[in-house]
């Protein structure tokens, strides 16, 4: 069976046109279609040849029109701290950034975060908001996704009930715990996973437990009844990992590289481009068209805009963090999907 054609395209190439400093661990969200740009991008563990790695707390955006970044000046004195491992969700003209893990500067485990700030996405001003309900828990490593007004925040405590944070009230928002039903039993625990939502569903993938071998299941939570359902998608499942980057386009979820635990060789970084399609609950594996794309990677970022995949950053663990920037076009991939194969050539 022929697989399908998609190829990536790399963009930003000089040096003017990047970040100024690689990164990793950062968060990335598609910016509103008023904006003049396409993609945010917060924070992360930057990399320094002389300071070596850092979390930082600056801010870029990415305009596919141009191909370049560009760096955010904040007008507000006040500014969320550095930190990584955090989430950050756009509702309507704001983005919500949301807790996350401060390394510190002194190798002394740093802290692990329970803010919640709100940046304007027109006047660019930062503002730390309290929100009315439950207190925000320390958290990183989780994942947010919104649906409408409500962002719904995964952690690994969110066994038997998820939080969620309704903004429809930018100025006084609620965080409560939505109490959520399993049969048998809810996703086990876990942290650096993937949440995509997909209609009213959201779509967990992979991820770290605390202890024991790294995860391949998959999961939706169906957000109207409140309700966790393990899937069984046909075709080979994924290999285990977790720092995968996905973006959702449409019914079809993608999932970009990630890492996992390879004896005797610690994490090893993946490149490969699978694809869920959620209509036939499939998974679909492609090829790239040149042969050529991204080099394996885990903690980058990966942002839907329009009919393109963005790609951006991201890190081969304790080798190089990386500052390039990749663009896919999946325009018409859902009547391709058909070609996809359901599984990989290669054996692991």
């Keep these: 069976m022929a697989s399908a054609q998609l190829s990536w395209e790399e963009v930003a190439t000089s040096k003017d046109d990047k970040p100024s400093l690689p990164r990793s661990g950062h968060v990335a969200a598609a910016l509103p279609a008023t904006h003049s740009h396409d993609v945010i991008i917060f924070g992360g563990y930057v990399e320094d040849e002389q300071k070596g790695r850092e979390a930082a707390n600056d801010a870029w955006t990415f305009s596919l029109a141009s191909g370049k970044w560009e760096e955010v000046k904040y007008t507000s004195e006040e500014v969320p701290r550095v930190r990584l491992a955090s989430q950050a969700v756009v509702v309507g003209q704001h983005l919500w950034l949301i807790a996350g893990w401060d390394p510190g500067h002194n190798k002394d485990g740093g802290d692990i975060l329970s803010d919640l700030w709100r940046l304007d996405l027109n006047t660019m001003a930062w503002k730390q908001i309290s929100p009315e309900g439950e207190q925000m828990p320390q958290i990183s490593r989780f994942q947010a996704q919104a649906i409408g007004s ?22 006084a928002p609620t965080l409560s715990l939505q109490p959520v039903t399993s049969d048998p039993e809810p996703p086990m625990s876990r942290g650096l996973h993937s949440l995509t939502a997909v209609g009213e569903d959201l779509v967990l993938f992979a991820g770290a437990p605390k202890e024991g071998p790294m995860l391949g299941d998959l999961w939706a939570l169906h957000t109207g009844s409140a309700s966790w359902q393990e899937l069984d998608a046909e075709g080979r499942t994924p290999h285990v990992r977790c720092s995968q980057a996905v973006a959702a386009a449409d019914s079809d979820v993608f999932v970009f590289g990630g890492s996992y635990y390879k004896n005797e060789g610690g994490l090893q970084p993946l490149n490969d481009l699978i694809v869920l399609d959620t209509k036939e609950m499939q998974w679909r594996y492609s090829k790239l068209a040149d042969g050529s794309g991204p080099l394996p990677r885990n903690a980058a970022t990966l942002t839907r805009v329009g009919d393109k995949l963005v790609l951006y950053g991201g890190w081969n663990p304790f080798v190089e963090t990386y500052n390039d920037t990749h663009v896919m076009d999946v325009s018409g991939v859902s009547s391709m999907l058909k070609d996809f194969p359901l599984d990989p050539e290669e054996d692991w």
């Design 150 to 171: 409500r962002i719904y925040i995964h952690t690994h405590r969110s066994l038997q009930d998820i939080l969620v944070l309704d903004v429809s009230d930018s100025n």
